[in-house]
């Protein structure tokens, strides 16, 4: 353990802060403890001038910035003060984590893979409603955009190894869509994510949390949201335009819905590359206009291949209805190679 460091953001504390310091004072005396300051109010300066009892390192943001960039403050500031610590216990400071727990996550972590430590915790009848629906939606998009499977995507319970925290130093966020976006960066840098149930806590019906279930849900979903609304513009400009073209060729061969996709795809994909770069994606990246349009030539012919194989199999003039349903399956697709690929600086 003393190659580890406890991290705390806190904004506007109250005296559990306090009582999680002492109990880890007591139990976890071996491990240093890091106390962030967000940008509190004056009147909670009481309970920092407390902490200092427990911890000599009490980092200061003038204005609350969000846990995301708190936790960066602390991971910025060990990796350029301390050189022997090898990890980070990222802790909420609203008593929501036993100490048990914390020791049950450090000792699952694992010194030969090095990976990220999740203090997963289960999500039955008696959670807060806004915790439950938070959790539940973002494991479901997490899992239906990256693959990635997780309990508890919300933990603030996580053992974060050094060679990961420099990674996460350039991990867009500042609040709390940071701890999901650190979780899709763990999959692009192959950091393995390790599931440590701990136990349920919530006080007060979790009244202490400063998670906003509307605009931090936003913040947290917003890359996907925003992809799915370009989408859908795109996919309705694509339609009208190819049930227009379809209907002046007056045929349905291989050849007429070849145009008739490669024609409508040109002119929704123009639209959509452009929204996609300046509004979803957010990048300038000089590569991604090939990748992008190479992207568009394979998806439209294999969506033209699909749309002739379907209309065969089920002997119907009904491609544009069938041509909904495919491009609604290659939409997922899209995504992944957009996100992971096409547009990666």
Request: with cysteine.
């Amino acid at each position: 353990m003393e190659n580890m460091m406890i991290v705390i953001p806190s904004l506007n504390p109250d005296n559990r802060l306090i009582q999680l310091l002492a109990k880890i004072h007591q139990e976890l005396n071996t491990i240093p403890i890091i106390v962030i300051n967000d940008g509190s109010n004056n009147e909670y300066d009481e309970f920092f001038n407390i902490a200092k009892e427990y911890t000599e390192i009490i980092l200061n943001h003038d204005t609350n910035l969000g846990k995301g960039a708190a936790l960066k403050t602390a991971m910025n500031y060990i990796l350029d003060n301390y050189p022997h610590i090898q990890y980070i216990i990222t802790v909420d400071a609203d008593g929501q984590h036993q100490v048990s727990d914390i020791k049950a996550c450090i000792e699952a972590t694992d010194r030969k893979s090095h990976g990220l430590v999740l203090g997963t915790r289960s999500f039955d009848e008696d959670i807060p409603l806004r915790s439950k629906f938070g959790n539940i939606l973002t494991r479901n998009i997490l899992k239906l955009t990256t693959g990635i499977t997780i309990d508890d995507t919300q933990t603030g319970l996580r053992v974060i190894p050094r060679s990961f925290m420099v990674n996460l130093l350039d991990v867009k966020g500042d609040r709390y869509e940071f701890e999901t976006n650190m979780l899709i960066a763990a999959k692009e840098f192959g950091v393995p994510i390790i599931m440590q149930p701990i136990e349920t806590i919530y006080i007060d019906d979790n009244s202490s949390s400063h998670f906003n279930v509307i605009s931090d849900s936003i913040k947290i979903y917003g890359v996907f949201f925003k992809y799915l609304l370009v989408s859908i513009l795109s996919f309705l400009i694509d339609i009208v335009a190819y049930a227009f073209i379809i209907q002046i060729l007056m045929n349905i061969n291989f050849g007429a819905i070849s145009v008739a996709s490669l024609s409508a795809r040109v002119v929704s994909s123009v639209f959509n590359y452009l929204m996609n770069r300046n509004h979803v994606f957010k990048t300038q990246s000089s590569k991604s206009v090939l990748r992008y349009f190479v992207l568009v030539i394979c998806q439209a012919a294999l969506s033209s291949l699909l749309v002739y194989l379907l209309t065969l199999l089920f002997k119907s003039g009904e491609t544009v209805i069938i041509k909904i349903l495919v491009d609604s399956l290659l939409f997922f697709v899209s995504f992944f190679v957009q996100k992971y690929l096409v547009f990666r600086e």
